[in-house]
């Protein structure tokens, strides 16, 4: 089909517009990691735009030889590991209940969770709440928070409601229970709307900063995000390399800033899940729409 001038120069217009806006999204990053491979001495007079002037890997050396970094890295990894797991499965078998119909107070119970959408008690009851069960300062508190997702929950139960009724009969018939069913026909069906909203969940974890910033005071148990923010918060050289090692006090007196030490943090932080993200981002837009398409 031959475009007539005016489709093609509306097409070149959307072209420049979506490469300007890629190149606007994605330049802060490349510049943080340009930064991050910089001379921090050199760094501090400005103008390190596409490319290192003076290539090191000091920053990284220094970031990679604190303990606080691997520890917070584990910290991280396990809560957003095991984090993932119990959110799927308890808002996954929330979500299969409620899906089903003849199920008493069902209603009931889908008002009491969507409410939970719109309204909270706030930051202080719920501190008060976490600290009288004993959860304050806990890894326990850390992928407990959020375990069940209404959002998550809502979309889930609307797969499981499109799923065929012949499929729970045939595993009735042949003698499951209601856990049988779940977790043999229900969930192995549901790899599209699991890996979607796993990976929702995952981000949010691996992302999450403010919560154990409120909760957790204990520096062995923060994670990597929060440790990130206490260094980009950190106002002098001297803060931020308080609790470094002696390797790196001396470093810092010859080339090393604030500003190349938070780039580096922040490359190690952010990197691994951009690394993991493009491989499971088909699964986003197939996994909602197959849990929205109708209620």
Not at 111 to 133: E, K, N, R
Not at 202 to 212: E, I, M, R, S
Not at 246 to 272: C, D, E, G, I
């Amino acid at each position: 089909m031959k475009l007539s001038m005016t489709d093609k120069l509306m097409r070149a217009i959307i072209y420049v517009l979506l490469t300007a806006l890629t190149i606007i999204t994605f330049y802060p990053f490349w510049n943080s990691l340009v930064i991050s491979f910089n001379v921090g001495s050199d760094t501090s007079l400005g103008g390190i735009t596409f490319w290192p002037r003076e290539f090191t890997l000091e920053n990284y050396q220094i970031v990679f030889k604190e303990k606080h970094i691997y520890n917070a890295y584990l910290i991280t990894i396990l809560r957003t590991v095991v984090g993932t797991l119990l959110a799927m499965f308890f808002t996954a078998l929330f979500a299969y209940g409620l899906s089903k119909k003849g199920i008493v107070f069902k209603r009931f119970y889908t008002i009491m969770a969507v409410f939970t959408m719109f309204f909270s008690g706030g930051l202080i009851p719920y501190f008060i709440v976490i600290y009288q069960l004993n959860l304050y300062n806990t890894f326990a508190f850390l992928v407990l928070h959020g375990m069940v997702s209404v959002y998550n929950m809502i979309i889930f139960r609307t797969f499981f409601a499109q799923l065929p009724d012949g499929l729970e009969e045939s595993a009735r018939m042949d003698g499951c229970s209601n856990f049988g069913v779940f977790f043999r026909i229900v969930l192995p069906v549901s790899g599209p709307v699991l890996a979607t909203l796993s990976l929702f969940t995952a981000v949010f974890l691996w992302n999450d900063w403010f919560t154990p910033a409120v909760f957790i005071s204990n520096q062995n148990l923060i994670p990597l995000q929060t440790l990130l923010v206490q260094i980009i918060n950190a106002g002098t050289t001297a803060t931020l390399i308080s609790n470094l090692n002696s390797y790196a006090q001396s470093a810092v007196a010859n080339t090393v800033t604030v500003k190349a030490l938070q780039m580096a943090t922040m490359m190690v932080a952010t990197l691994p899940i951009l690394a993991i993200y493009p491989f499971l981002q088909r699964y986003f837009v197939k996994g909602v729409l197959i849990g929205s398409l109708k209620e």
